[in-house]
């Protein structure tokens, strides 16, 4: 058993090689934490529901050959097996991995682990080394503790929403990335690798838990920190920052940018590039506090400025000056940036039915342990098989498995549809 297991993990690389991960998460706040493992390294072993699998197998278009985008994006270097956990053979198969596994991950709905013979005191009671990870709408206490958790209910809840938008009066307005959701798969895979040290240096696993609320939350320093010191709930602002000015977008003529010329010394570079020394003796504008107080003739004063020229010399311009600037690029130029493709950010997987895919690439870089993205996402039950044989289940065992619908094997479809 141990020499299958190790022809399967030694391709790992990255600093969390040799990491056994077991991940009972869906859609995007989990997905996220367990993709950060597994391109860092960490064997991630994907368990998906029967019959549907994971929510994102069924996003809307786009597809890439037929599978969802969405799926194939949040999935990839981790291995795939379907089980059915309401069946015994289900959770039989789900004991034996967890009895092998550093890591448990997952974001059921409030107490639907418990209620599986899976939660946190059951498990800690027979795996004490286990790290056990649960990601919540609202966390595991507190009044809205049961309640179900979405990225647009905690952008809202947090506040996010009431200081979004391109005006103090303007309606809610979400932020475009699912933003509690991300935030919350990586506060996670923080938490882990912490209890992971914790445990290396006294062999005790922990609870770990965060929620999409927290996530948000901790995405409102700023904003946050105006309404605990002055008493005030901030407003929308478009790009514009709450504490230092200039620091948003402006329209070229053929184009927008950004610049941040918000500390003394970009301001007055910032002014040079714009021909607009004069600017600086002007007393709405003389100080930061002074700009932000007159923000609104701030704005337009510069606005009329920058739409003279395009958006390419005012970068150059900008640029030579040392003042920080950038285009606002949509997806395609974003991730067509050379900076983008320098640092690995788009890469090319091989998926084992669809050949090569694009995907994001690692945000982390490592000296001496780099992580990469080695495998496509699986397909539906892509490596029961596989992984049950490293977990010690024999031929006869699997077959029993499959016959009483607690695991579904990719290699078993195929066979069906071919009969």
Same mark, same amino acid.
């Given at each position: ?247 948003? &977008?402006? $329209? ?6 950004? =610049?941040? %010329? @918000?500390?003394?010394?970009?301001? /007055?570079?910032? *002014? +040079?590039?714009?021909? &607009?020394? $004069? ?6 504008? =003389?100080? %930061? @506090?002074?700009?932000?107080?007159? /923000?609104?003739? *701030? +704005? ?15 970068? @150059? ?103």
């Amino acid at each position: 058993m141990q020499s299958d297991r190790s022809q399967s993990t030694s391709r790992r690389v990255g600093p969390l090689a040799g990491l056994k991960v077991i991940d009972l998460t869906h859609v995007m706040a989990g997905p996220t934490c367990t993709l950060m493992l597994a391109d860092m390294g960490a064997d991630v072993i994907k368990i998906e529901k029967w019959p549907n699998g994971d929510d994102t197998r069924h996003s809307v278009p786009p597809r890439i050959g037929d599978e969802a985008a969405s799926f194939l994006m949040m999935n990839r270097n981790k291995r795939g097996i379907v089980l059915d956990l309401k069946t015994d053979g289900g959770k039989a198969v789900l004991r034996r991995l967890i009895a092998d596994a550093d890591v448990l991950v997952e974001n059921f709905a409030p107490g639907a682990m418990e209620r599986l013979g899976f939660g946190y005191e059951e498990l800690h009671g027979k795996f004490p080394a286990l790290i056990y990870c649960s990601l919540s709408g609202f966390g595991r206490t507190g009044p809205y503790k049961h309640r179900r958790g979405f990225d647009l209910v905690a952008q809202a809840m947090s506040g996010i929403m009431s200081f979004t938008g391109e005006r103090p009066d303007g309606p809610p307005v979400k932020c475009g990335p699912p933003l509690s959701d991300i935030t919350a798969g990586l506060l996670a895979s923080m938490g882990i690798l912490a209890a992971y040290t914790h445990r290396l240096k006294t062999g005790e696993g922990q609870w770990v838990e965060t929620s999409l609320y927290e996530a948000a939350l901790v995405q409102t320093y700023w904003q946050s920190t105006i309404a605990l010191a002055a008493g005030t709930a901030p407003r929308a602002m478009g790009s514009a920052h709450p504490l230092n000015a200039p620091y948003q &977008a402006f $329209e070229a003529s053929d184009g927008w940018l950004v =610049v941040g %010329g @918000a500390n003394k010394k970009h301001w /007055l570079l910032m *002014l +040079e590039a714009l021909g &607009a020394s $004069e600017l600086a003796s002007d007393p709405r504008f =003389v100080n %930061g @506090a002074d700009r932000m107080a007159n /923000l609104k003739e *701030l +704005e337009a004063v510069l606005s009329e400025r920058f739409r003279t020229q395009t958006r390419a010399h005012w970068l @150059a311009a900008l640029d030579e000056k040392g003042v920080p600037c950038g285009p606002v690029h949509d997806m395609l130029e974003a991730l067509s940036d050379p900076q983008t493709l320098a640092r690995e950010m788009v890469v090319e997987v091989e998926h084992s039915t669809l050949g090569p895919v694009k995907t994001i690439g690692l945000p982390v870089k490592f000296s001496e342990t780099p992580g990469k993205v080695l495998s496509g996402a699986p397909i539906y039950g892509e490596h029961t098989r596989e992984v049950l044989a490293e977990h010690g289940f024999d031929e006869k065992q699997i077959e029993a498995l499959e016959q009483e619908g607690a695991i579904v094997s990719a290699s078993r479809e195929r066979r069906e549809r071919v009969a």
